[in-house]
């Protein structure tokens, strides 16, 4: 009974998400990828906004954003922004829930993410409804309503005033034999312009 309760959540939560994307489907979105990790603290100030061609770094390979890199993010609206960082990967997360776990096939990616408001307007957003992973084969996998034994969920309904932070888990459901390659992640559900981008 616990299981089918678990199903009934997530197939709400769905409509939900579908409704989240009815609405925001006129804005055209996801047409630039920020791959260029922010300089570090250590970093010499005023070099963010440059962007060296690829073919002048012949020494070494282009830098994007990795695990433990923070992207500088923007949302629809003028003063909405966020620094979102993927803190940690777990690959085959193990559930904290005895009574649910993946598909036969399938297998579960933990992706803790830490989101910063650096704008000027409260962000407010289900940020898991703007994350997806993509395998080495270009196939682009989406969130599941799970907990894992890693640590806390990130919420569903995250609300965040400016300067504040949240940090939480995010899971994805892949087939087992998917090597996973990049996770993305917008603001306002993944209908933003910007979409961020990190290699795994």
Known sequence: MFHHTRIRLAATAAVAVAAIGLTACGTG??????????????????????????????SAAPEVAKVG?????KGMEAGSELDATVVKVVDNAKSSDEFFAPEDGKRWIGVQFQLVNTGTKVYSDAPANGAKIADDQGQQFGTVLADITAGPSMSTDVRLKPGAKTLGWVVFEVPKASKAATVTFGMDSGFAEQIGEWKL
């Open 29 to 58: 979105s996801g047409d630039e990828i920020v791959d260029k990790p922010k300089a570090k603290a250590s970093a010499t100030a005023g070099s963010g906004d440059e962007q060296e061609p690829a073919a002048e770094q012949s």
């Open 69 to 73: 890199d923070t992207l500088a993010l």
